[in-house]
């Protein structure tokens, strides 16, 4: 399935990026600790190649707790800041603050220096929609509805700066994919995590895809969740989903199987963590160390999850 989503006002908000980018200090983008891969907006590193970068994973609470260590120590590597959030519950939301002044300490220093005042330190949070990025900013602020949140992409939609205790200012900008899955592996993570809205996919096609990636690693969750047995994780991923809505008891007049339905239950259960601790990816020198069978020490280039 080829997803490409990319609306008006994602067009408008690139642009009002462009244009603010001059005005702050360092960026903060929330991820989907689920996805640290594929939530993450690649045109982001383009703009703001020479600031300090802050990667602020979110979501922890639902994501594989192993691969989301693997993926802060792979960031790292890069040169990005990473926090660990868990922003519906407040965890981890007071590191921003600190990483953001320690990551722009030369240039405060610097300023010190040359006798200027210090100002507060501009920040600017982006993510793609339905990360949690509004809830992030709720609870760095501490008020519950400071930033509009919803459970569904493309609620705040216009730039906000947000001043905050301890010297600090933000500035919100709406959620902004980008306009071109290069890999169509990535827009169908992205739509498995509820970030493109529902009007935009077909549940069932975006179900069956889900499937296909818990199958792989998440089976005996997948098997434990919807009593399946070992025979009928043998069928092929469609023919799957239809044995869920059996086993749920999902039917429409004639006895056939309710198959939206099911597909509707599939992508809530697991966007709501129902399924247990998932992770879609891994970075590839991680993938690629554990098929390393010989023994020896191999090095990767890594440019694309999997």
Not at 20 to 43: G, H, M
Not at 169 to 196: H, N, Q, V, Y
Not at 244 to 258: K, L, N, P, T
Request: aromatic share 6%.
């Amino acid at each position: 399935m080829e997803i490409q989503w990319f609306p008006g006002h994602m067009a408008k908000t690139r642009k009002m990026m462009e244009e603010n980018i001059a005005l702050v200090d360092a960026v903060v983008e929330v991820v989907d600790a689920r996805i640290p891969y594929s939530s993450k907006n690649p045109y982001l590193d383009e703009l703001w190649r020479r600031r300090p970068r802050i990667l602020a994973l979110n979501k922890t609470d639902l994501a594989d707790p192993v691969k989301t260590e693997l993926w802060k120590r792979w960031y790292e590597a890069q040169g990005y800041g990473v926090v660990l959030l868990d922003a519906l519950h407040g965890t981890g939301i007071a590191q921003i603050g600190p990483m953001a002044k320690r990551l722009c300490q030369e240039k405060i220093q610097k300023e010190a220096a040359k006798g200027r005042q210090e100002r507060a330190l501009r920040l600017m949070i982006t993510g793609i929609p339905n990360v949690g990025k509004s809830t992030v900013i709720n609870r760095i602020i501490g008020r519950k509805e400071a930033a509009k949140t919803g459970n569904k992409p493309g609620v705040t939609r216009t730039k906000q700066w947000i001043r905050l205790r301890g010297g600090i200012e933000l500035l919100d900008t709406p959620g902004m994919l980008w306009p071109k899955f290069e890999d169509p592996k990535i827009g169908e993570r992205i739509a498995c995590i509820g970030s493109i809205k529902a009007e935009n996919l077909d549940a069932y096609t975006v179900a069956v895809l889900l499937l296909g990636l818990l199958r792989e690693e998440y089976g005996e969750l997948l098997r434990e969740r919807y009593k399946l047995t070992a025979e009928e994780m043998q069928a092929d991923n469609e023919q799957l989903l239809l044995l869920i809505g059996a086993h749920r008891g999902h039917r429409v007049s004639g006895g056939h199987i309710d198959w939206e339905r099911t597909a509707r239950v599939i992508l809530d259960e697991f966007r709501n963590g129902k399924m247990g601790r998932i992770t879609l990816e891994v970075p590839e020198d991680e993938r690629s160390a554990e098929k390393n069978t010989g023994g020896e020490d191999q090095t990767v280039s890594r440019d694309e999850p999997v």
